[in-house]
């Protein structure tokens, strides 16, 4: 078997499961996929710089002829729990009629492995790095984005204290829209360019509770729950953001008539592209601030009165609003008696660069490996990943999926049978050495 092969196999095979209590995370787990990592890519542990945040995020730095260019490429090693009802063991790498199974095939160690192995393979080569290249290995992307120890956070915090912008940043893409979504005639590949923020508002009312079988005018509930009611029912505002505009103009060409008119002049044929793609709650998505209630709380009995009476807001911020834009809608409709709690928000990133070129060849790169990909375009990613934080030092951050296989194997991620086509593996270790001989 192949070296990269095996190295995805060992990588799978560490159960480097994340969790938001802390004390569960099993720490010599994490460093034997680090040591077995070592194992397979001496020459990668033996050029880069290593520096360690929070224990476990790795920062490899490369030094190349120049640093004016320097570009980083991103991932997480850290997995999701699993369930009983996989039909393959979860973590062996179990290898079956060229699928490689596993916790994190497809988020995101096989991305994380093609990265290593191009890289090891370029060294191998005598590659001598023309620009500063970075691997951004976090440990803990999915439970700690948002925490104080967010690794992606304080990798970036330390290249920002070294004065370092990045030229090219490239994490995990994931969005998904079908051709038909679109009215467009071949599959297309997403890029995300931007993200949109997150918050969670808390609507809450106290009351002082009592016997179920006198009950107030009202239960402490109900405006907290009107609340809810009007935010789902009346939708925020829909605008055409810079990254779907973006998208639309690329999609043109493959678009059917009079879709194919609309997207070429997004502004002017803005209420028919709305109007169409409004009906589709995804494809809305990425227009609009989505608001929707996802936690109730009352009392703790069913005979009781609730003292506090809760309704969580989950709230996806579109680029052209901010929270505070957010809160004042809220407020503006929410009951007098109603207090807004935010628990946690981060604002939507800024849009990437595309008039540079940069983006050009970073589909450039994606297309000489999938050749049949004739459709791949800009996006707003509507869930939120690592890369937000590195906008801050860096025009052009990527979400880039170098997996063909996973269109048809998304449904895997978080869920059971995660795979990873051993096809689409290889390929994306060309992606990553194109990517290189490109732009380092
Ligand atoms: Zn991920």
């Known amino acids: 078997m192949n070296r990269s092969i095996q190295a995805l196999q060992d990588a799978l095979s560490f159960p480097t499961i994340s969790y938001s209590q802390r004390s569960l995370m099993d720490s010599a787990v994490f460093e034997g996929f680090v040591k077995r990592l070592q194992f397979h890519y001496p020459l990668i542990f033996k050029h880069a710089h290593i520096t360690r945040f929070h224990q476990h995020t790795h920062l490899f730095h490369f030094k190349g002829e120049n640093d004016t260019h320097p570009i980083a490429l991103m991932g997480h090693y850290d997995v999701v729990p699993v369930s009983s009802t996989w039909s393959v063991p979860p973590f062996s790498g179990h290898i079956q009629d060229n699928y490689i199974y596993g916790r994190g095939a497809l988020d995101m160690k096989g991305h994380l492995i093609a990265v290593f192995e191009s890289i090891e393979r370029l060294l191998?080569?005598?590659?001598?790095?023309?620009?500063?290249?970075?691997?951004?290995?976090?440990?803990?992307?999915?439970?700690?984005?948002?925490?104080?120890?967010?690794?992606?956070?304080?990798?970036?915090?330390?290249?920002?204290?070294?004065?370092?912008?990045?030229?090219?940043?490239?994490?995990?893409?994931?969005?998904?829209?079908?051709?038909?979504?679109?009215?467009?005639?071949?599959?297309?590949?997403?890029?995300?360019?931007?993200?949109?923020?997150?918050?969670?508002?808390?609507?809450?009312?106290?009351?002082?509770?009592?016997?179920?079988?006198?009950?107030?005018?009202?239960?402490?509930?109900?405006?907290?729950?009107?609340?809810?009611?009007?935010?789902?029912?009346?939708?925020?505002?829909?605008?055409?953001?810079?990254?779907?505009?973006?998208?639309?103009?690329?999609?043109?060409?493959?678009?059917?008539?009079?879709?194919?008119?609309?997207?070429r002049y997004p502004q002017i044929f803005k209420w028919f592209i709305l109007n169409d793609c409004l009906q589709d709650p995804k494809l809305a998505a990425h227009f609009r601030t989505t608001a929707v209630m996802t936690m109730v709380s009352g009392a703790s009995s069913m005979n009781v009165l609730p003292q506090v009476g809760l309704v969580n807001l989950n709230v996806r911020i579109a680029p052209h609003q901010t929270s505070q834009d957010i809160l004042k809608a809220f407020n503006n409709v929410k009951g007098s008696n109603v207090r807004l709690e935010v628990d946690f928000a981060n604002e939507p990133t800024p849009i990437s660069r595309l008039d540079d070129g940069v983006f050009d060849d970073v589909v450039s790169c994606l297309q000489s490996v999938y050749p049949s990909m004739s459709l791949v375009v800009p996006s707003l990613m509507v869930a939120a990943t690592d890369a937000r934080y590195m906008h801050e030092i860096s025009d052009h951050v990527f979400r880039a999926c170098p997996f063909e296989s996973m269109k048809e194997d998304r449904h895997t991620v978080h869920a059971d049978n995660e795979r990873l086509s051993l096809d689409s593996f290889e390929k994306g270790i060309l992606f990553f050495t194109k990517i290189i001989k490109t732009f380092a």
């Open 124 to 263: 191998e080569q005598g590659y001598k790095f023309n620009q500063d290249l970075y691997i951004m290995m976090g440990h803990n992307e999915e439970t700690g984005s948002d925490e104080a120890d967010s690794g992606a956070e304080a990798m970036m915090n330390h290249l920002k204290s070294c004065g370092i912008k990045l030229h090219l940043v490239i994490d995990e893409g994931g969005n998904y829209i079908s051709k038909e979504q679109l009215h467009v005639n071949q599959d297309l590949t997403l890029i995300g360019i931007g993200e949109k923020g997150y918050m969670d508002v808390r609507a809450i009312v106290n009351d002082p509770g009592g016997h179920s079988s006198t009950p107030p005018k009202h239960s402490a509930l109900v405006e907290p729950m009107k609340l809810g009611v009007h935010v789902e029912t009346h939708k925020f505002k829909p605008v055409l953001n810079p990254a779907t505009v973006a998208m639309f103009k690329a999609c043109a060409p493959f678009a059917s008539f009079p879709h194919s008119l609309y997207y």
